[in-house]
């Protein structure tokens, strides 16, 4: 079955840039309308961005603006750029299918902190 592998998260000031990426293993069909997520310390966890395969994207409106979902198909890969980074965007980001979750990985430990 498809795997989904995050990275390129870590520890950055209010105000920087992370690039964060989710590789998928499996056949490239199953590469559908993807989505990123994330949860915060006692919160719920919530879509941040979404992106279809004809590269359609949505984003929750706390981060419109700062952040840029994108894919490459021929990589199995998407990704999600942030840009301008607040603290309330701390939490663990994870990617799964938009429709249809795979059980969810470890996903990627984004803090943002002076």
């Known amino acids: 079955q498809v795997r989904l592998v995050e990275s390129g998260g870590g520890l950055v000031q209010p105000g920087g840039s992370l690039r964060l990426s989710c590789a998928a293993s499996?056949?490239?069909?199953?590469?559908?309308?993807m989505g990123w997520y994330r949860q915060a310390p006692g919160k719920q966890r919530e879509l941040v961005a979404s992106i279809t395969t004809e590269y359609s994207t949505n984003y929750v409106d706390s981060v419109k603006g700062r952040f840029t979902i994108s894919r490459d198909n021929a990589k199995n890969t998407v990704y999600l750029q942030m840009n301008s980074l607040k603290p309330d965007d701390t939490a663990v980001y994870y990617c799964?299918?938009?429709?249809?979750?795979?059980?969810w990985g470890q996903g990627t430990q984004v803090t943002v902190s002076s």
């Open positions: 499996g056949r490239a069909s199953s590469f559908t309308d």
């Open positions: 799964n299918f938009y429709r249809n979750w795979v059980p």
